[in-house]
């Protein structure tokens, strides 16, 4: 099982689109039981709140549900529970390496590098109010892990 652990400041908007864009890819692609995918924040501002009404909208556009997430802050433990740990921003970034002790094991990554965007941030809408560039640039993302990924498996099945 993959168990990917998507993070932004307050988890109310770019993460749960991560996570939920990435959800209904696996689903789609049938590989439901091969993962595990959640988000959490790095801020404690948002806790126990819902995802953000925009951010919601747009997922709903797409046809992806996200009832029931709430806002939940990353913790230490998450980076041992994680095999991928994928921030949205340079900022995220850093809290992350800084909230999880580093990263000794190399699994905090930008999210953007999965689309061939290595050092890019995907803006947080909450400040742009432009969720329909941060769902691109999440959704283009997502595609680019579950590609390499799916790649991974193929070459290890093949050994």
């Known amino acids: 099982m993959i168990r990917i652990l998507f993070v932004c400041h307050g988890n109310i908007c770019r993460s749960p689109m991560g996570e939920f864009i990435m959800k209904d ?9 091969e993962f595990d995918i959640a988000s959490s924040a790095t801020s404690m501002e948002e806790l126990g709140n819902p995802v953000y009404p925009n951010a919601r ?3 709903a556009e797409h046809g992806i549900g996200c009832a029931g997430k709430t806002a939940r802050q990353l913790t230490k433990a998450d980076y041992g529970r994680w095999d991928l740990l994928l921030g949205m921003d340079q900022a995220n970034i850093r809290n992350m390496r800084r909230i999880c002790g580093g990263d000794p094991d190399g699994k905090i990554h930008l999210l953007l ?5 290595p050092g890019e941030d995907v803006d947080d809408p909450w400040y742009t109010r432009d969720f ?13 892990l579950l590609e390499q990924l799916r790649a991974e498996t193929i070459k290890e099945t093949a050994r």
Not at 25 to 31: C, E, I, M, N, S
């Open 57 to 59: 909208r747009k997922l």
């Open 25 to 33: 890819l696996v689903k789609k692609a049938g590989l439901e039981k």
């Open 132 to 144: 329909e560039t941060a769902w691109r640039d999440i959704e283009a993302g997502c595609r680019g």
């Open 113 to 117: 590098e999965y689309a061939g965007r």
